[in-house]
Structure formats: C-alpha cells, structure tokens
C-alpha cells in the first residue's frame, strides 16, 4: 500500500493542522517550521498523538527562497523513501506558504487548503475561519491546468526548428488541457508546426484529410490559410490570443502567406515563381546555422549559388519550361542557344565543351562550373540590358565559389572534416551580396520568407 506523507507549514495557529492530521491520517507528518514556531509543532504531536514525524527549520521565515528550497528538500526526502506527498499550507508565514506551493507544483504533489465551509465561517467575513466551519478545499496545479511547461517547452523547441519535440509538447498540452480555450490554442498550434516542418523540408504540399475523412494534398499557401490563417480569424478567443499576445507571430504568418502565394501559386511566367525559392533557400541555410549545422548550411549555399546561375539562364530564356514544370529541373535549350549566339560564341562554348554539349542532343544538362561559363560567353560581348549585371554576377560567381573548397573536403561532401561556424557564416555572408546581384529585393523577399518566432514577441 502507498504511504502518505504530510507535510505542514507551522505558524501561530495550531488547530488547522491538527484537523489535517486526524482527518487525513498519514503514516508521516513533515514539520516546516520556524524557531519560535516548533514549539506549535510539538503541541500539535502531542494533540493528535503522532508517533512519525519529521522536523525542517526554516533560517528565515519571512523567506520564499528559504521555504521553497526547505520545502524541496522535505519532498525529495520522502518521495526517496517510497512516500506519497500531500502539502498542506493553511498556516503560516505568506513566504513561508508561498514556498511550499511553489515547491508542490514543482514536484508535482497535491497540496490542501483548509477554508471556510459558508460564507458566515468567518466573523464578520474577515479573519480566521471559526472552529466547526472549517472545509478542506484542494487545489488544482495550474502548470497541470493550463499546460504551462507544455506551452513553454513546445515554443521553444519551435523557436530551435525542432519541429518534432514542439509538435509533442504540444500534443501533451492538449490532453492535459480542461479549457476549451486552450485546447483550441494547442490545435492550432500542432498545425502550425505540421505547416513549418513541411515548409522546412521543401516541400510544397501537405497531406491532410478532407470532409470525406479521405488523404488528400494541398498546397502549402492553401493550408495556411484554410487551415490555420481561416481558423484563427473566425474564432473570437483565437484572434484576441494571436493580436493581443503574440502580434509578431501573428504578422510574420501572414506574411508567410503573401510569400507562398508567390512562390506557389500557378503563374504563366513561371519565372515569377522559381526567383522566390532562392529567399527561401537562403533562409534554410541560415536556419541551420543558427541549429548549429555548419555542413548542412554550406550545402544549401552551394544549391543557392548554382540556383543563381540557373536563374540568371532562364532570364536568357535559355532554361526549358516544359521540363522545369514538369521536373523542376534546369535544361538548356540547344535551339535558342543556337538561335541567340553568334558564330565566335558557338564555337567557344563548342570549345569548352560544357557540359559534355553535343548538338545531336535536344537539351543540355549542366553543373554549377559550366552555367557560370555559359553566361560569361553570352554576355561579355553583349549590350543588351542584363549582360553587364550577368558579368557581374560571374566575376562574384569566381570570388565566392573559391570560399566553397572547405565544402568539397567536409564530411557531407568528400571528406571527412565537418566544417564550423567561422566557415559557414563566411561563404553565408559571400551568397547574400552574390544574390542580391541578381535581385535587389532579395532581402525584403527574405523577410516575407522568415519563420515566425515566440521570442520575437518580447521584442
């Protein structure tokens, strides 16, 4: 059978705790006490007749700092030895209460409250309860209530991109929670993790069940806004959580919703939607920085500068549509690479064999060194109105691309050496200004793509 340990707070008033005691019958009573008040300790064992029992003196009893460590120790010595713990802190000081609360909500024990049983227990409704009127009332644990670690915990792991861990804290709120309120909160919360986590993979849709209860897909943009932007704004708590107590949070979800739209929505120029992917690959690179994931980083920054090069192709109209709809992958056009060179810039790119180029095959399959020299053939002759930024673009191409050597001898590439945080935010730093030489509103695009965060709220 569970022993049952009681543990008091001892201030002037006596029968309180002796009440507790004869009524609850536990097989330990555990005295915190002051030094003047030990002796109401030892008046109440002799009243009840206790033979088990335990002493704690308090150095300071007008200490909170003093009673809840006292009272921590108190609970660690009896969960030791096998006890179930009960707090009572009917009497005594405020801080000498306030500790023994705080350390029962800590440990997660139940704690009492011997009140007024009606509204005439008191004289005059104000003082001590009268002898005969008393009531115990027990006390719920809010941090159980109203899931306060859980919240906490989940916001954090949010904040550190550590989907999986937020999405459980989240879950455990949920089934922890008596208020519908919150309940609403956790949920739309374990959403919104779900939403980051697809978001943070790449990926462009999520799956999700329908009103027939049957898995289907839909975009990113769309479950945004149907399932978590909708959600909000047509529930009245809702909204007030999200304006009123996180607006930072709130705002960078819309945000993000503007940003998707462009960077999902179906659009003729598909050119419209591929540019914004650079933005978002830039902040997952910079997002595994801030994890601490170096490798990670620098691969993600390598895509970047061969998405640049990519970018700038297609602009030439040189990239196939068909195939990059269809795909997402980046071919050159033999045809309007033939179309729009002259003789002496044919017989270069003949020259340097890019890509293993052969004019028998319809589309051209290039890596990251070989976009760069196509461009720099087509454009260092030209006058036409992006040829000059285009040489720009490849003489940085040169200057950055040589910070990425590390990369090629790190664990994640051919090596074995895992590259730190000096390495990645240098070629990280190197990829911003290479970008913004393709776009000047990279950096408000950037912003637009940004994770929301719950620190930002105390800002």
Same mark, same amino acid.
């Given at each position: 059978?569970?022993?049952?340990?009681?543990?008091?707070?001892?201030?002037?008033?006596?029968?309180?705790?002796?009440?507790?005691?004869?009524?609850?019958?536990?097989?330990?009573?555990?005295?915190?006490?002051?030094?003047?008040?030990?002796?109401?300790?030892?008046?109440?064992?002799?009243?009840?007749?206790?033979?088990?029992?335990?002493?704690?003196?308090?150095?300071?009893? *007008?200490?909170?700092?003093?009673?809840?460590?006292?009272?921590?120790?108190?609970?660690?010595?009896?969960?030791?030895?096998?006890?179930?713990?009960?707090?009572?802190?009917?009497?005594?000081?405020?801080?000498?209460?306030?500790?023994?609360?705080?350390?029962?909500?800590?440990?997660?024990? %139940?704690?009492?409250?011997?009140?007024?049983?009606?509204?005439?227990?008191?004289?005059?409704?104000?003082?001590?309860?009268?002898?005969?009127? *008393?009531?115990?009332?027990?006390?719920?644990?809010?941090?159980?209530?109203?899931?306060?670690?859980?919240?906490?915990?989940?916001?954090?792991?949010?904040?550190?991109?550590?989907?999986?861990?937020?999405?459980?804290?989240?879950?455990?709120?949920?089934?922890?929670?008596?208020?519908?309120?919150?309940?609403?909160?956790?949920?739309?919360?374990?959403?919104?993790? %779900?939403?980051?986590?697809?978001?943070?993979?790449?990926?462009?849709?999520?799956?999700?069940?329908?009103?027939?209860?049957?898995?289907?897909?839909?975009?990113?943009?769309?479950?945004?806004?149907?399932?978590? /932007?909708?959600?909000?704004?047509?529930?009245?708590?809702?909204?007030?959580?999200?304006?009123?107590?996180?607006?930072?949070?709130?705002?960078?979800?819309?945000?993000?919703?503007?940003?998707?739209?462009?960077?999902?929505?179906?659009?003729?120029?598909?050119?419209?939607?591929?540019?914004?992917?650079?933005?978002?690959?830039?902040?997952?690179?910079?997002?595994?920085?801030?994890?601490?994931?170096?490798?990670?980083?620098?691969?993600?920054?390598?895509?970047?500068?061969?998405?640049?090069?990519?970018?700038?192709?297609?602009?030439?109209?040189?990239?196939?549509?068909?195939?990059?709809?269809?795909?997402?992958?980046?071919?050159?056009?033999?045809?309007?690479?033939?179309?729009?060179?002259?003789?002496?810039?044919?017989? *270069?790119?003949?020259?340097?064999?890019?890509?293993?180029?052969?004019?028998?095959?319809?589309?051209?399959?290039?890596? /990251?060194?070989?976009?760069?020299?196509?461009?720099?053939?087509?454009?260092?002759?030209?006058?036409?109105?992006?040829?000059?930024?285009?040489? %720009?673009?490849?003489?940085?191409?040169?200057?950055?691309?040589?910070?990425?050597?590390?990369?090629?001898?790190?664990?994640?590439?051919?090596?074995?050496?895992?590259?730190?945080?000096?390495?990645?935010?240098?070629?990280?730093?190197?990829?911003?200004?290479?970008?913004?030489?393709?776009?000047?509103?990279?950096?408000?695009?950037? %912003?637009?793509?940004?994770?929301?965060?719950?620190?930002?709220?105390? *800002?």
């Amino acid at each position: 059978m569970t022993k049952t340990a009681l543990i008091l707070t001892i201030g002037l008033a006596t029968e309180p705790s002796i009440k507790r005691i004869n009524s609850l019958e536990p097989d330990l009573v555990y005295f915190i006490h002051s030094n003047k008040s030990k002796e109401n300790a030892l008046f109440i064992i002799e009243e009840t007749g206790i033979s088990n029992y335990e002493f704690k003196e308090l150095e300071d009893h *007008e200490s909170v700092d003093d009673a809840f460590v006292k009272s921590l120790e108190c609970i660690h010595e009896l969960k030791e030895n096998g006890y179930e713990v009960i707090g009572d802190f009917t009497v005594g000081t405020k801080p000498m209460v306030a500790g023994l609360v705080m350390a029962c909500v800590e440990e997660k024990c %139940d704690y009492k409250y011997l009140g007024e049983s009606s509204d005439d227990a008191r004289e005059s409704g104000m003082g001590p309860v009268r002898s005969g009127f *008393e009531k115990t009332k027990d006390q719920e644990n809010p941090y159980e209530n109203y899931a306060i670690n859980e919240f906490k915990s989940g916001k954090e792991f949010f904040d550190k991109y550590q989907f999986l861990a937020a999405r459980e804290n989240f879950k455990q709120a949920e089934e922890k929670l008596k208020y519908c309120e919150l309940k609403k909160r956790s949920k739309i919360f374990i959403k919104i993790v %779900d939403f980051y986590e697809h978001w943070d993979k790449f990926n462009d849709e999520i799956i999700v069940k329908n009103n027939q209860n049957q898995l289907e897909s839909i975009k990113l943009n769309k479950f945004l806004e149907s399932e978590i /932007l909708e959600s909000i704004e047509n529930d009245e708590d809702l909204l007030k959580y999200f304006e009123e107590e996180i607006p930072n949070f709130y705002n960078q979800l819309k945000k993000n919703k503007l940003f998707l739209d462009k960077k999902i929505a179906p659009t003729n120029d598909i050119y419209k939607n591929i540019s914004y992917y650079l933005p978002d690959l830039l902040n997952n690179a910079e997002r595994r920085i801030e994890e601490g994931k170096y490798d990670d980083a620098v691969a993600r920054l390598y895509r970047a500068l061969e998405l640049v090069g990519q970018l700038r192709l297609y602009k030439y109209k040189f990239i196939d549509k068909e195939e990059l709809n269809n795909s997402k992958s980046f071919y050159v056009k033999k045809e309007e690479v033939i179309k729009k060179s002259n003789s002496a810039e044919l017989a *270069e790119i003949k020259n340097k064999n890019l890509g293993k180029w052969r004019y028998k095959d319809k589309l051209l399959n290039l890596d /990251l060194g070989s976009s760069y020299r196509l461009l720099n053939i087509i454009s260092k002759s030209r006058t036409d109105d992006f040829s000059e930024s285009t040489q %720009d673009l490849v003489k940085s191409y040169y200057r950055v691309h040589g910070n990425f050597q590390k990369r090629n001898t790190s664990i994640l590439a051919h090596g074995l050496r895992p590259l730190n945080e000096r390495d990645a935010k240098k070629v990280y730093d190197l990829m911003i200004k290479h970008s913004s030489l393709l776009s000047e509103h990279i950096d408000n695009n950037r %912003d637009f793509a940004r994770f929301p965060l719950f620190a930002n709220e105390d *800002e």
